[in-house]
């Protein structure tokens, strides 16, 4: 099992930067494959982007590539997500999530653990 804690949300302008930071308990940090999905307000909740295990391998949506960058470090039990070029439309609740498998996956119903979430704003 593992609980999961985001951090780094706030307010920021269009084309400003925010770095999204994912601390997990536990001892098995690096056996679970990481994601962060967002939900903004009446909508449903939506993938962004997940990395492997051993941080060699990652995917992220369309909406996000290019300008996301997800990382982690096992050392540090870690999980983060860059945020660069931010557009209004980022807007949302921004969780990290964790699957105890090898495979990543986009679904959210694939994640058995899930973080508080943390709040972006991005104003035009």
């Known amino acids: 099992q593992v609980h999961l804690v985001e951090s780094g949300g706030g307010l920021v302008q269009a084309g400003g930067s925010l770095r999204l930071s994912c601390a997990a308990s536990?001892?098995?940090?690096?056996?679970?494959?990481m994601a962060w999905f967002r939900q903004a307000p009446g909508k449903e909740r939506e993938f962004a982007a997940f990395i492997s295990r051993s941080a060699d391998s990652t995917y992220y949506s369309e909406s996000v590539k290019g300008r996301f960058t997800i990382s982690r470090d096992n050392a540090k039990n870690t999980v983060y997500l860059q945020m660069n070029s931010l557009k209004p439309e980022d807007t949302a609740v921004y969780y990290c999530?964790?699957?105890?498998?090898?495979?990543?996956?986009?679904?959210?119903?694939?994640?058995?653990?899930w973080g508080q979430g943390t709040q972006v704003t991005v104003s035009s």
């Open positions: 536990g001892r098995t940090f690096s056996s679970y494959t």
């Open positions: 999530a964790a699957r105890y498998s090898v495979l990543g996956s986009t679904s959210p119903t694939m994640y058995a653990y």
